[in-house]
């Protein structure tokens, strides 16, 4: 297991609010709904600030790989924040680095990766990053 990320290695949060079917039936959030946090953040940011139409738009980013560690485990009611930053892009790809925190603290009690490849919608084929989703893309690059 690697060491926690801290809060300071991300310039870029999201606002999760869990509910109670978030929880597993040990008491914490499921596994697999905090890669469903992280897709959504990653989603979101797309939408505001990339203006990305994910629904009809001619660029589709679908999910190739996702991994997670967990260091904590969070459980409903928390209130969450996904870090959310770059760690390589590259012609039709990008990868991400996802820490999840609670509001407050410095060390995450999740983290994972996850990359996705930009497709054209009609064919399906990988498609280069425009630029200007390289450019905004580029402002969330990490240190390291």
């Known amino acids: 297991m690697t060491e926690s ?12 609010l869990t509910r109670p079917k978030d929880n597993d039936l040990n008491g914490h959030i499921a596994g697999a709904t905090v890669h469903g946090f992280f897709e959504t953040a990653i989603q979101a940011f797309l939408i505001e ?3 990305l139409d994910l629904r009809a ?15 904590a485990l969070p459980a409903f ?22 820490a999840l925190f609670r509001p407050g603290e410095a060390e995450a009690c999740a983290a994972g990766t996850l990359v996705q ?3 054209e919608r009609a064919s399906g084929s990988p498609a280069a990053l425009p630029e200007t989703l390289q ?3 580029a402002g969330l690059q990490l240190n390291g």
Do not use: C, M, W
């Open 5 to 16: 990320p801290k809060r300071q290695d991300f310039n870029h949060f999201h606002p999760i």
């Open 135 to 137: 450019v905004i893309l």
């Open 49 to 51: 600030q990339a203006e």
């Open 117 to 119: 490849v930009f497709v």
């Open 57 to 71: 738009g001619a660029l589709v980013g679908l999910v190739i790989s996702s991994a997670a560690e967990f260091y």
């Open 77 to 98: 009611p928390d209130v969450l924040e996904v870090g959310l930053g770059v760690t390589r892009l590259g012609g039709s790809t990008v990868e991400y680095r996802l």
